[in-house]
């Protein structure tokens, strides 16, 4: 038993190959015939007039009624089943398989289905109309809204729920369609309760070596139970009014005499085989056609033979190889992939992609440095930050230079952004300063020295294989962690001026 209550998934649904048909043996037709077929009149009618007194209808009538009141329901199924009786307890019939899993969702009933994630399969019991079987996903739709008023926000979701509901209000207790998901649900608590553990629920739809007739009761009257919950069910053996009734063993020859298929299933069987064979076919014409309007390059028809392998190697041909990303820095020089500057023609238009510096304006620091992170996340792999950048590194080095507050907050007079740097050599000098330029610039603090790895380093450059991946990643950590300790110290220092500053307005 699973922790919720529910018992573990077990293999219930009918298994066929697309094309098979479900037979009575697979369905257990006697079974359900059985249920359907029965006519005591003791179930209470949610869906009659509220000015009467509640009105008791047989399974038959509650279940089918259930199906026409759910908001899900077509309006072309509800006239076919008002209409034709047959064609309405045939649908009720298959809709119950589906109601308690017998039935697997990808299983479609009608022989125009068109789509490749359902199988298709006749089932001549039920197919005694022309009606539309429709899907197992749609049925399991409309069951699954098939509410009362007063528990569509909150449907009863256990076997203990059920009963709570049944003995505070007027049954019924809840939709016959959701009494029975909850029981499918909770199979084998059901089981254990009523049965002895002996067999669970979802056993009265499978187990053949039990009498159809007996079976059939034992389900009525579980029903019966939840639903109505009245002293006496019309379903318990006439001994024991408390119980639900016996449950009859056959001999393997006795349960060979039931569900047996007749000449009329055969005859039908066959009939939608070659329905749904001509359909299919239909299909693939239809396909066919539209596959062959299609016009190749040089003027032949695609579904022509000689026409359509010479029109594909044609238009093979004629479709250009495409170029290597040619990408554009701020001052419109063009580069390609190798860094090489490109002269691009008018009547060539290879792909590109257009490379923007975001500088906006050095009003504060905050907004330079997020435009600046930002523009270097954006760039592309597999390229030096020269190639990247081009001239928007100069504009902005000589902006930063140009900006007395990130000249003064960074303690130099001089400011070198430098691309070429990797990430193996990250704190390692400019050699293209020169001794003198060195002397010239003053000790920097930590944060001036993060500032400048910053702006003059990437991690991600030359990282190819996962490995690298991985330093980069840690490299980027480590200025984080850099980052935000001196963001969160200035942060407590701004917290610490503000009470001051109101004691003074205070005295």
């Known amino acids: 038993m699973a922790a919720s209550g529910q018992t573990p998934r077990r293999g219930v649904a009918v298994k066929r190959a697309d094309g098979e048909p479900l037979t009575r043996v697979d369905i257990q037709y006697d079974f359900l015939r059985a249920i359907f077929d029965d006519s005591h009149e003791v179930f209470t009618d949610p869906y009659a007039s509220k000015d009467i007194l509640p009105t008791k209808v047989s399974f038959r009538d509650l279940y089918i009624k259930a199906i026409l009141h759910s908001p899900k329901a077509t309006k072309a199924l509800k006239d076919k089943m008002n209409e034709v009786s047959l064609f309405a307890e045939d649908f009720a019939i298959l809709s119950l398989l589906v109601n308690v899993g017998r039935v697997n969702t990808t299983m479609s009933f009608f022989p125009e289905m068109k789509t490749a994630i359902r199988t298709y399969h006749p089932i001549p019991s039920l197919q005694r109309t022309n009606g539309n079987m429709q899907d197992a996903p749609r049925i399991k739709h409309i069951l699954k809204t098939s509410l009362l008023e007063d528990e569509i926000k909150t449907p009863p979701a256990t076997p203990a729920d059920i009963l709570a509901r049944c003995k505070l209000g ?12 909850v029981l499918a649900h909770h199979s084998g608590p059901v089981g254990q309760s009523h049965f002895e553990g002996r067999l669970e629920f979802i056993d009265l739809f499978i187990r053949t070596e039990l009498s159809s007739a007996s079976r059939a009761q034992a389900f009525l009257w579980l029903c019966y139970y939840y639903l109505d919950k009245m002293p006496a069910n019309p379903f318990s053996d006439p001994g024991q009014l408390s119980l639900p009734p016996p449950l009859t063993s056959l001999t393997y020859d006795q349960a060979a005499l039931e569900n047996q298929e007749s000449s009329e299933d055969v005859s039908v069987t066959a009939k939608l085989i070659a329905q749904r064979h001509r359909i299919v076919e239909s299909h693939i014409a239809k396909d066919a056609g539209k596959l062959s309007a299609k016009v190749s390059v040089n003027g032949s028809v695609a579904g022509d033979e000689e026409g359509s392998v010479n029109g594909v190697l044609e238009d093979a041909k004629l479709k250009p190889k495409r170029s290597a990303p040619v990408f554009r820095s701020k001052t419109g020089a063009k580069r390609n992939a190798a860094g090489e500057k490109k002269m691009v023609t008018r009547s060539e238009k290879p792909e590109e992609q257009e490379f923007t510096s975001i500088i906006p304006g050095l009003d504060d620091d905050d907004n330079v440095i997020q435009a600046f992170l930002t523009q270097r996340s ?17 504009l902005f080095s000589s902006r930063i230079k140009s900006h007395p507050t990130l000249r003064n907050s960074l303690g130099a007079d001089r400011v070198y952004i ?20 060195n002397s010239r610039i003053r000790p920097q603090s930590v944060f001036q020295r993060t500032w400048q790895i910053i702006t003059s380093t990437d991690p991600l450059v030359d990282s190819d294989d996962e490995m690298g991946d991985e330093d980069a990643r840690e490299d980027y950590i480590q200025r984080l ?5 001196f963001s969160q110290h200035h942060w407590e220092d701004e917290q610490a001026s503000y009470p001051s500053a109101m004691e003074t307005r205070l005295v």
């Open 170 to 181: 007027s049954p019924p207790s809840t939709s016959v369609t959701n009494l029975i998901f």
């Open 481 to 485: 962690k850099v980052i935000s300790r």
């Open 378 to 394: 954006t760039s592309l792999p597999k390229l030096s930050a020269h190639d990247r950048f081009g001239d928007s590194l100069d």
């Open 418 to 437: 430098t691309p070429h740097r990797y990430r193996y050599s990250p704190y390692g000098q400019n050699h293209s300063q020169t001794s003198s330029e």
